[in-house]
């Protein structure tokens, strides 16, 4: 019990060893910003606030519903009425005509089975930008799919080693399993934080008292701030989440490097094993899962109703809001899922398999055991999780402590940035004027 209570007061009072000031970071965003969660457009806003911090080369839709490159470019339109504000407290703001340049649209499907498709205009300039000759290191931040890094790291894995990726998983990682399992098992040698619950503690725990409570903080201090603030304010009822945004924090007050320091966006432990089983058949609520590992159903083939010579096998899984569709493998179907939580999935096949049409069953994903990080993988050198030991969960959600105790730090940051959207001179204009 002591040494709990030592580590829980270290946990508090400990502040960020590194802070980002001396050299400018590069960076790319892949997101899935206009598609399943509203929080990648307020992620979006912070992001294009801080735009004079960074280096921004790219910004990457990859989406997994209907978000495409266009949503970005919509905020940076409203970037775009900020701007002469902006810039007059920096000149290192990045122009819109620039933002606009250097933005792509990546994958709209989810990978098939083996993990990558076709090139994009995403991937190939995530290619492009890595191969640039700059002695700095290129960080991917990933909001959404896997699919534009999977299929970049497939044609050019000479680019491997200059990347440094932090990945929203969790959530995100349900949508892209094969991705996912591609990377993990062909490029393991990958510098990435994979953020499964440790990024919610943007918007989970933490000092969330007046105004800043999650609702009350956007009334407060990001209404009526321009056309960035007041397009935030409108998005999810005038509450923020902003899930995406810890993998910014993290650059801006912690050590690029070494992902194991405390940071605004978390801190993190070398990776264990990535959670992975396969399921010979149909399972039942007794078989288990890591959360966020990868499950591999294999179900054998029977008879379709049709002559062979027909046969043309099709088949979805559905499980919780998903139709994970299968892949024909040596008269095997196979399905892979993630699943973001701890607790049982129940799932139904439809196929033109008539043996399986219509079967069910049910996984069951356990929490993560607090010692998984005692041994990390070897074979994983670079890769960084969220850290399980319990003092830094919120409730269920893993490591997110590690980002929720800075709450009030990285928001009065954020409150300050606002104030650049209104100068003096512009305060007591009305919203109109400003358009």
């Not at 910004?59 to 490159?69: D, E, H, M, N, Q």
């Not at 266009?70 to 900020?82: A, F, G, Q, R, T």
């Not at 509450?239 to 924090?249: E, F, I, L, N, Y």
């Amino acid at each position: 019990m002591r040494s709990y209570c030592a580590l829980f007061f270290l946990l508090f009072v400990t502040a960020p060893a590194y802070s980002v000031d001396a050299e400018r970071l590069r960076l790319i965003v892949s997101t899935d910003i206009g598609g399943t969660d509203p929080d990648d457009l307020q992620s979006m806003v912070h992001l294009l606030l801080y735009a004079d911090t960074f280096d921004i080369e790219g910004l990457v839709s990859s989406p997994f519903g209907p978000g495409r490159k266009k949503h970005i470019l919509n905020i940076i339109s409203l970037y775009e009425k900020d701007y002469p504000f902006l810039s007059a407290h920096s000149n290192q703001y990045p122009t819109p005509a620039t933002l606009r340049e250097i933005t792509k649209q990546g994958e709209t499907e989810l990978a098939p089975f083996q993990g990558y498709r076709n090139s994009t205009e995403g991937s190939q300039w995530i290619i492009k930008r890595a191969r640039v000759k700059d002695p700095r290191p290129l960080h991917l931040l990933v909001w959404g799919g896997l699919e534009d890094l999977a299929q970049a790291l497939h044609d050019a894995p000479d680019i491997l080693p200059k990347l440094r990726v932090y990945y929203i998983g969790g959530p995100n990682k349900k949508w892209s399993p094969d991705a996912y399992h591609y990377i993990a098992t062909h490029h393991p040698k990958l510098w990435l934080i994979e953020s499964n619950a440790t990024y919610r503690g943007w918007f989970v725990g933490g000092n969330q008292e007046g105004e800043w409570g999650n609702k009350a903080f956007v009334s407060t201090h990001i209404a009526d701030h321009c056309a960035l603030g007041n397009y935030f304010a409108s998005l999810l009822d005038g509450t923020m989440k902003m899930g995406d945004t810890p993998s910014v924090a993290r650059l801006l007050n912690g050590n690029p490097e070494d992902p194991s320091q405390p940071s605004w966006g978390g801190e993190y432990v070398r990776a264990w094993p990535r959670p992975y089983r396969v399921f010979q058949g149909l399972t039942t609520e007794k078989d288990t899962i890591e959360e966020f590992g990868i499950a591999e159903f294999v179900l054998p083939l029977g008879e379709t109703g049709v002559p062979k010579a027909q046969q043309n096998v099709g088949a979805t899984m559905h499980i919780e809001n998903q139709a994970l569709v299968g892949f024909v493998d040596n008269n095997n179907l196979r399905f892979r899922f993630s699943p973001k939580a701890a607790r049982p999935f129940l799932y139904t096949i439809k196929s033109t398999d008539l043996t399986l049409n219509g079967k069910t069953g049910v996984l069951t994903a356990i929490p993560t055991n607090p010692e998984a990080a005692s041994i990390p993988d070897k074979n994983l050198p670079h890769w960084w999780v969220d850290n399980p030991t319990t003092v830094y969960s919120e409730g269920p959600h893993i490591g997110a402590k590690t980002v929720s105790r800075w709450r009030k730090a990285y928001l009065s940051d954020f409150a300050k940035r606002l104030q650049r959207c209104q100068t003096p001179s512009v305060t007591t204009l009305p919203l109109e004027n400003l358009q």
